[in-house]
Nanobody, 116 residues
Framework: QRQLVESGGGLVQPGGSLRLSCEAS????????KTWYRQAPGKQRELVAE???????NYADSVKGRFTISTDNAKNTVYLQMNTLKPEDTAVYYC??????????WGQGTQVTVSS
């Protein structure tokens, strides 16, 4: 069974850091494009960071210089290192692994709350 499981969310103060993890199972993770999205209450889901199959990294303007996506294919895991967190980063964060329309998988999400 192919699945993605996120972890690492929680409550953090403004200016703090968190590292999200997304562990894959049942798939050859290294060949998938990997993406982190987030969805804040009342807002549409938005792309935060992506790691393309070719190895390129792209980020939303709002997180450039603060967030970093990385992967450890030996552990079937993709990470999102989030630094200098702001209250507007509060959202549910989802990971996605996509190969094509047929092989397109999402995790269940992990809550990140940035508040003092």
């Amino acid at each position: 069974q192919r699945q993605l499981v996120e972890s690492g969310g929680g409550l953090v103060q403004p200016g703090g850091s968190l590292r999200l993890s997304c562990e894959a199972s049942g798939m050859i993770f290294s060949i998938y494009a990997k993406t982190w999205y987030r969805q804040a209450p009342g807002k549409q889901r938005e792309l935060v960071a992506e790691l393309t199959r070719g190895g390129s990294r792209n980020y939303a303007d709002s997180v450039k210089g603060r967030f970093t996506i990385s992967t450890d294919n030996a552990k079937n895991t993709v990470y999102l290192q989030m630094n200098t967190l702001k209250p507007e980063d509060t959202a549910v964060y989802y990971c996605r692994a996509r190969l094509n329309d047929e092989y397109d998988f999402w995790g269940q999400g992990t809550q990140v709350t940035v508040s003092s």
